[in-house]
């Protein structure tokens, strides 16, 4: 899949390494962290403190990344995939995302099936929102969830990681390399292996879209209309 000429012509070109992703993605914990117990010194509930390491998390991966690219890089912010024709990116953005939903819930139940034939029994469900969080909460994180997950993640993954692989790879073996470690980050115990291997293949999908639009846009986009669904599954199981 080569980048469309009239998407990719004249945009500033990534300089930096893949490795340097585990770099970003250490400075965001540190800031995250420092976030984190900052906000929780007045916020005690349990939905909220969920609310702000959330927002905690994911801001802290988008100011990591940006940070990155200036200071360490000395890259336009350009380079990580300004969007040139917006409307378009977010027409694909959302069909795209769309498709995801139906091709992640697929892996998730092939996995499911590969599970229950080799130990005889379905796997435990991953909480991937706590128990906690229900009703008006739901909504609350909505924000959170639909926005800045996407805002961040499509910053490192695609945006910085994917670029940097892509410089030395193909296009399918570096969308395969993000994909994985996409569906690698988001591991929260045992129970989420069983996610894993469909988000690596979100993660994949997502890194085509950017590839084919050359704009974080559209795999914001993307990434925000699969995280919708998502929420909103979860809202109608705790309802």
């Known amino acids: 899949m080569p ?3 009239d998407v990719d012509a004249g945009a500033p070109r990534a300089t930096w390494r893949p490795w ?3 770099g970003i993605f ?3 914990l540190v800031l995250a962290g420092i976030a984190d117990v900052a906000l929780q010194q007045v916020v005690t509930s349990c939905q909220g403190t969920y609310l ?3 927002l905690a998390g994911e801001l802290g991966l988008g100011v990591a990344v940006l940070g990155w690219v200036r200071v360490v890089d000395h890259a336009p912010f350009a380079a990580l995939g300004i969007p040139r024709r917006p409307l378009g990116d977010l027409g694909v953005g959302v069909l795209a995302g769309a498709i995801l939903v139906v091709v992640g819930d697929a892996s998730l139940v092939l996995v499911r099936e590969l599970v229950i034939v080799i130990s005889g ?3 435990r469900q991953p909480n991937q929102v706590v128990a906690c969080v229900r009703g008006g909460w739901i909504y609350a994180i909505a924000p959170a ?3 800045a997950a996407p805002f961040g993640e499509e910053l490192l993954f695609r945006g910085y ?5 892509r410089r030395r790879m193909p296009v399918w073996a570096a969308a395969v390399v993000s994909g994985i470690v996409f569906g690698a980050s988001h591991f929260g115990g045992v129970d989420f292996l069983t996610l894993i291997p469909g988000l690596a293949v979100v993660g994949i999908g997502l890194a085509l879209v950017y ?3 050359q704009s974080l846009l559209a795999s914001m986009t993307a990434h925000a209309t699969f995280n919708v669904v998502g929420l909103l599954a979860i809202a109608l199981s705790r309802r």
Do not use: K, S
């Not at 990681?161 to 692989?165: E, N, V």
């Open 145 to 147: 969830v639909i926005l």
């Open 121 to 123: 029994h379905p796997p």
């Open 3 to 5: 980048p469309r000429p």
């Open 20 to 22: 340097e992703a585990l």
């Open 26 to 28: 250490v400075v965001a």
């Open 52 to 54: 702000v390491q959330i």
């Open 211 to 213: 590839e084919r639009r």
């Open 161 to 165: 990681l994917y670029q940097g692989l």
